[in-house]
Structures are given as C-alpha cells and as structure tokens.
C-alpha cells in the first residue's frame, strides 16, 4: 500500500504518543493532532488494512513492524530537518512547523546529506 502524507503523519503521530505512553487511543491521536474523531477513525482504518496499525479489543493502537518502520524514518527526518533550521538560527516552533512539511517529500540522501552535516556541525 502506498502512503500518502497524511498516512505517514499519523504514524509518526502514534509512534510519538507511544515513547509517552503504553496505551495510545484513537482519541490520543485526535488531541494530538487537532482532528475530528471521524478522521482519525476513518485513516485508522485504511492503516490498519494497510497493515501499518492494529487494534486490540479495547481500542489502544500499536504500529506493526511495517508501520513502525514508516514512524522512525518519517519521526528521524522530522528530527534532523528541524535541527538543521535550528542550526542555521530559524526558531524551535518554525524549523519543526517546516520540518513537518518538508518530512514527507525530501530524498533520502538529501536527508543524509542534511545528518552528516548536523552531525559534523555537533563535533
């Protein structure tokens, strides 16, 4: 199944939720990120017959290994992007608001171009 954006952003989003707690709801994910309940049901849904999420009987969400995979590569480009802009002196709030738009479309080797030169710049 092919992930769109707004896929990958809630994956990342459960996959942030889940490092904070055991158990991650659906409504979690609609505080989280600001959406109606009927979105987040309705994306849930098409993740979970993607094979990305699953959900045991009392509605708490884990990533498969499939989805968890997605998660930390979407959650370590938002990582790396945002300190990049740190680093050249954009705030905290705008690199990670950016980080969040330019997440989904970078190439992998520009993202490890931008993580090398990050860490090189740590060093």
């Known amino acids: ?5 707004s896929g990958e952003m809630y994956l990342e ?13 659906s409504i979690d994910v609609c505080e989280h990120m600001g959406y109606s309940k009927p979105s987040v049901s ?5 993740l979970k017959n993607g094979g ?12 498969t290994a499939e989805g968890k995979e997605v998660a930390e590569k979407i959650y370590e480009r938002h990582t790396v992007i945002t300190e ?3 680093s050249l002196g954009v705030s905290r709030d705008v690199a990670s608001e950016d980080a969040c738009k330019m997440e989904h479309v ?3 080797d520009s993202v490890e171009a931008i ?7 740590r060093g």
């Open 52 to 63: 990305y999420v699953t959900v045991d009987g009392e509605g708490h969400l884990s990533l």
């Open 13 to 25: 989003t459960i996959y942030v939720l889940t490092k904070n707690s055991d158990a991650v709801r």
């Open 106 to 108: 970078i190439s992998d």
């Open 84 to 86: 990049f802009l740190i």
């Open 1 to 5: 199944m092919f992930l769109q954006e």
């Open 42 to 46: 309705r994306a849930i849904g098409l």
């Open 115 to 121: 993580k090398s030169f990050v860490e090189k710049d």
